[in-house]
């Protein structure tokens, strides 16, 4: 998802050759086919966007490949960075791997200070060692390897998988199959937890800028605070989309996971202005992305 949103504004950046992969291409899991890949096409820099990712359900019932697939991932890339010369190498984390038990709003200075939510501590130790190598390497050899931490991301091209999907494209799918059939959407959960959502083109340009201009080690990309909205909120801007918010339900046997994780965005703030694009006008975008390219969407 997010790098076909980078892929979407390459255009903006004449200067770089952008080369994308897949892991149907090359697995990253592998320390061999990392080699063959960084030996292929030799850069300069690299986004490192590559990972075993999912939403509640699925990081609660897939913690051992969420750890074990992302930890070896994560030491090949940053590993052949190093082994490659790449001059700058920008990592990304996300909200979920900062302590649960936190004062709020959260920011880069409290990655490491106590546990994650344990529905995916298992991802969050993961991506928290990509913390801690790439720290190594910036100390050892003055590596210039950064992490950026994004909030919940969605937007076209996400994976629409109905128990593995993040919530937004999971909601959008029921939604679509609910009215289709004509039967309640179902909500899990009680709707009330709340999150800050980044849209992927934003993130994209984002991303950008920090491949450009950023120094800092680790750097929230976030939506500020005010933008942060109920799960409930969210289901119902995705049914009014489909004309079909008098059909919403809620199962509240299913977990609410994590109630939120608000993160400060004030650091990026401090270094640029940036008009992020609203929540609704993003589902907007989203919900008519995935009915027109229903067919061939991840699911
Ligand atoms: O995006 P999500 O799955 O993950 O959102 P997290 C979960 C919230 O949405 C919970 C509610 O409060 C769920 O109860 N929800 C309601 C649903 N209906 C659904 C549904 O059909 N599917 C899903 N998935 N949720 C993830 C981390 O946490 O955040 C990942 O587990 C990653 O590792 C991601 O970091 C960004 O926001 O709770």
Same mark, same amino acid.
């Given at each position: 998802?997010?790098g076909?949103?980078?892929?979407?504004?390459?255009?903006?950046?004449?200067?770089y050759?952008?080369?994308f992969?897949?892991?149907?291409?090359?697995?990253?899991?592998?320390?061999?086919?990392t080699k063959?890949?960084?030996?292929e096409?030799?850069?300069t820099?690299v986004?490192h966007?590559?990972a075993c990712?999912?939403?509640?359900?699925?990081?609660?019932?897939?913690?051992v &490949?969420?750890?074990e697939?992302?930890?070896m991932?994560?030491f090949?890339?940053?590993?052949c960075?190093?082994?490659?010369d790449?001059?700058?190498?920008?990592?990304?984390?996300?909200?979920?791997?900062f302590?649960?038990? *936190?004062?709020?709003p959260?920011?880069?200075?409290?990655?490491?200070?106590?546990p994650p939510?344990?529905?995916?501590?298992a991802y969050?130790?993961a991506?928290?060692?990509?913390?801690?190598?790439?720290q190594?390497?910036?100390?050892?050899?003055?590596?210039?390897?950064q992490?950026v931490?994004?909030?919940n991301?969605?937007g /076209?091209h996400?994976?629409y998988h109905?128990?593995?999907?993040?919530?937004?494209p /999971?909601?959008?799918?029921k939604?679509?199959?609910?009215?289709k059939?004509?039967?309640?959407?179902?909500?899990r959960?009680?709707?009330?937890p709340l999150?800050?959502?980044?849209?992927?083109e934003?993130?994209?340009?984002?991303?950008?800028w920090?491949?450009?201009?950023?120094?800092?080690?680790?750097?929230?990309?976030s939506v500020?605070e005010?933008? &942060?909205?109920?799960?409930e909120?969210?289901?119902?801007l995705i049914a009014r989309?489909?004309?079909y918010e008098?059909?919403?339900?809620?199962?509240?046997?299913f977990?609410?996971?994590q109630?939120?994780? *608000?993160a400060?965005?004030?650091?990026?703030a401090?270094k640029?202005?940036?008009?992020?694009?609203?929540?609704?006008?993003g589902?907007?975008r989203?919900?008519a992305?995935?009915?027109e390219?229903y067919?061939?969407?991840?699911?």
């Amino acid at each position: 998802m997010v790098g076909s949103a980078i892929n979407k504004i390459k255009g903006d950046y004449p200067a770089y050759r952008f080369v994308f992969f897949s892991s149907s291409e090359y697995d990253l899991s592998s320390l061999e086919e990392t080699k063959s890949l960084f030996r292929e096409v030799q850069p300069t820099m690299v986004i490192h966007l590559a990972a075993c990712v999912g939403g509640l359900f699925k990081n609660m019932h897939n913690k051992v &490949e969420m750890l074990e697939k992302n930890v070896m991932i994560n030491f090949n890339v940053v590993r052949c960075c190093h082994e490659f010369d790449v001059e700058k190498l920008v990592a990304c984390l996300s909200t979920c791997i900062f302590p649960d038990n *936190t004062t709020y709003p959260i920011n880069e200075t409290m990655l490491h200070d106590g546990p994650p939510h344990t529905s995916n501590d298992a991802y969050a130790y993961a991506k928290r060692m990509l913390d801690i190598q790439c720290q190594a390497y910036r100390e050892n050899y003055g590596s210039n390897f950064q992490c950026v931490i994004p909030t919940n991301i969605y937007g /076209a091209h996400d994976n629409y998988h109905l128990e593995d999907a993040h919530v937004i494209p /999971a909601l959008i799918h029921k939604c679509y199959l609910a009215k289709k059939d004509g039967i309640p959407f179902v909500m899990r959960g009680s709707g009330k937890p709340l999150r800050q959502f980044i849209y992927a083109e934003d993130l994209a340009k984002l991303m950008m800028w920090s491949v450009e201009h950023n120094t800092d080690p680790i750097l929230i990309l976030s939506v500020p605070e005010d933008q &942060e909205v109920s799960i409930e909120h969210v289901a119902r801007l995705i049914a009014r989309e489909f004309d079909y918010e008098h059909q919403l339900a809620f199962d509240e046997s299913f977990s609410d996971g994590q109630f939120k994780k *608000t993160a400060d965005n004030s650091l990026l703030a401090s270094k640029l202005k940036f008009d992020f694009v609203p929540i609704a006008d993003g589902i907007k975008r989203s919900v008519a992305w995935f009915v027109e390219n229903y067919a061939t969407a991840r699911k």
